[in-house]
Every structure is written in structure tokens, then in C-alpha cells.
């Protein structure tokens, strides 16, 4: 081989492991939030990390671990299902992403079912890919009774999140 054609080998190679990364993080972060690792959660995020969502966001690390703490884990459990992870390389230490999802959430005997998107930034912080920025879109987020007689396109049940 040409020194051009390994030079385009290993940007390959090394745009592969960066997807493989990347991927690896989104599925990370469901687990550990349905684990209830508050602190792995928060740590999925770069030091000054923003998490996005309907009506706020939460900025930094220490913010971000009492928001799950407070938010997801007033849930009696929680499964998220990462979908058809989408990433866009931007740099050799910035990234972009969409990744659809489903997740489901344990409330007062009954579970709701929720459709996400979320619009990513990422960055390699501190050796790892973590999120510089995640949005939150939901498409619906409904207990199964409520799911058969309202689904529809931003559908939210009656129940608070905390």
C-alpha cells in the first residue's frame, strides 16, 4: 500500500471506532439511568454537559445527577431503548447525533410508554466520548390505558413526572 492509501485506511478504520464509541454511550446512558447510577448518568456528559428538555434543561455534572436522581428516579423502575443511533463526525474530537428511542416508566402500579428523539453534540472529554448537549423531543409519553384512546403526535398523560 501507498502511504496516501493507509493514511485513508486508518481514517476509516478510525471513523468506524469513533461510531462504535459514540454508540456505545448512547446505549450506556439508557442503562445506567435505568440502574439507577445517578452518577454515571451525570458522568455520561462533559464537565459543563446540558441536558435539554420540554419546559428546562440542566447544565453541569453535579446539576444533572440531582436531576436524575429527582426526576427519573421517582419512577419505580425505567427501561430505555435506544433506536437507529445517527451520527455525523464533525472533528476529530466533536460529533453530532440523532437517536430515536422508546422508554418505559413505572408510575403508581401502571407504566407509561414515551417515544423520544434525541438531538446530540458530542465531545471526547477526558478520554471518552461524552455528550456536550442532549435534547429531549418527546413524541408521546402515555400509560398504557391512556395509550389505546389518546395516542396521537405529543400526546402527554395526565400524570407529572415528579
Known sequence: MTHSADDALAARIRRL???AELSDLVARYGLLLDARDWDGAADAFAEEGVLRFHGGEVAGRAALRQ???ARVGAFEFTFHY???PLFEI???DR???TVTGHAEHGAGGSCLLAAVRYEDEYVHEEGR?????RRIH???FLDWPEFATSFREGAVTARTWA
Open 17 to 19: 471506532e469513533v461510531r
Open 67 to 69: 436531576f436524575y436522581a
Open 82 to 84: 435506544p433506536h437507529a
Open 90 to 92: 464533525t472533528g476529530a
Open 95 to 97: 460529533a453530532t447525533g
Open 129 to 133: 466520548w461524552r455528550f456536550a448537549s
Open 138 to 140: 418527546s413524541r408521546y
